[in-house]
């Protein structure tokens, strides 16, 4: 009767330690410049663990608060970085090169010119864009042992890859502690662990980039969809709009009738360098970089409202109501 009793009284402790876990909990904050929310499956105090993280992380990637290592890198020319920053340098400096430069950390120059930084947008003078130019290019860096240098005139900005990585730093510090399912959406980037605890995906909007609503709804497990776009941050000048996202080949604005591009794939850094990348890229040669890498899948859309997705996730896009059928096309 008593070891009944105390079995009944183990029963009713792991139903409510189920209880207490499987509740969701979430937090949303501003961090690297744009709105974060969590929502995990799991206890509260990871919520604080992931802030944690991401504070960190800003604290060491920023490039205008000047404690960063980013910051102190790009003015005093080299800088010697953690075991973890370094490796993100390695790895920034490896996208870069898969897509052909169509990523550039070393852009920063252009991005600061055009005022993307400050807010204090302007078109720059041809002279002044090619000779910004001059000081772009991801080979030039040079990383010797953890010190990283950079010749004159040259500077960083992990920005186009620092949320994917990120999430990525969240998804792991969440499944070290246990968690075994939840939502990451830092600013729009959105990464799933696990499934939902009913054992359904998780079911993620991919924003109208022509406003109102979402184009269709992804159910994805395990995968991050990171988008880049040109209508969230731009500015307008002489009738002409210049989004933020600049070709590393020119030194303009990114141009070329896209105006969004989501990466899906189970790595968050990957598909934030990539989002950027074939944002560059245009259709064209997004479409035959996807075609020509494995891993990830893809959603572009253009100007005139054509959206093309990739095969692997014909199944598991649900397109809006109010996206015409005849404007979207499969891409195998
Ligand atoms: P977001 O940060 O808006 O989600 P992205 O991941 O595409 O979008 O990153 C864009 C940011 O990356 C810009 O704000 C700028 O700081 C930087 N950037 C712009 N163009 C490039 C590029 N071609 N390569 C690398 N970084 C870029
Ligand atoms: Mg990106």
Avoid at 52 to 62: A, G, M, N, Q, R
Avoid at 159 to 174: F, H, M, P, Q, T
Avoid at 325 to 331: D, G, L
Wanted: hydrophobic letters at 35%; charged letters at 20%.
């Amino acid at each position: 009767m008593k070891k009944g009793l105390f079995s009944l009284f183990i029963c009713i402790c792991v139903f409510l330690c189920g209880c207490y876990y499987s509740q969701k909990r979430s937090a949303t904050f501003f961090a690297m410049d744009t709105v974060m929310e969590i929502s995990i499956y799991g206890e509260e105090k990871l919520l604080g663990g992931c802030k944690d993280v991401i504070y960190d992380l800003e604290k060491k990637l920023s490039v205008t608060d000047d404690k960063s290592d980013v910051y102190i890198l790009n003015s005093n020319g080299r800088h010697t970085f953690d075991e973890d920053t370094l490796g993100l340098i390695l790895r920034s400096i490896e996208l870069c090169d898969l897509t052909g430069g169509a990523v550039d950390v070393t852009v920063y120059p252009l991005v600061k010119a055009w005022g993307f930084t400050t807010g204090e947008h302007r078109v720059p003078e041809n002279g002044e864009i090619s000779s910004l130019l001059s000081s772009v290019g991801y080979k030039k860096v040079i990383v010797s042992g953890s010190e990283v240098s950079l010749q004159s005139g040259m500077a960083i900005d992990l920005g186009a890859i620092a949320k994917g990585y990120a999430s990525d730093k969240i998804v792991e510090y969440l499944k070290d502690n246990g968690v075994q399912s939840a939502i990451i959406n830092l600013g729009g980037n959105v990464c799933a662990l696990g499934k939902k605890p009913d054992g359904s995906p998780w079911r993620v909007a991919v924003e109208n980039p022509f406003g109102g609503g979402y184009i269709g709804i992804l159910s994805v497990e395990d995968k991050c969809v990171i988008t880049s776009g040109s209508y969230e941050r731009f500015f307008t000048e002489g009738g002409k709009t210049y989004c933020h996202i600049i070709d590393p080949s020119t030194g303009y604005p990114a141009d070329n009738g896209l105006v969004s591009v989501s990466v899906i794939c189970s790595d968050g850094t990957f598909s934030d360098a990539l989002s950027t990348a074939l944002f560059v890229m245009g259709k064209e040669r997004a479409i035959e970089f996807y075609k020509t890498h494995v891993g990830f899948d893809v959603i572009l859309v253009e100007a005139d409202g054509s959206i093309t997705i990739s095969e692997g996730i014909e199944n598991t896009f649900e397109r809006s109501a109010d996206i015409p059928e005849s404007s979207f096309e499969v891409i195998s």
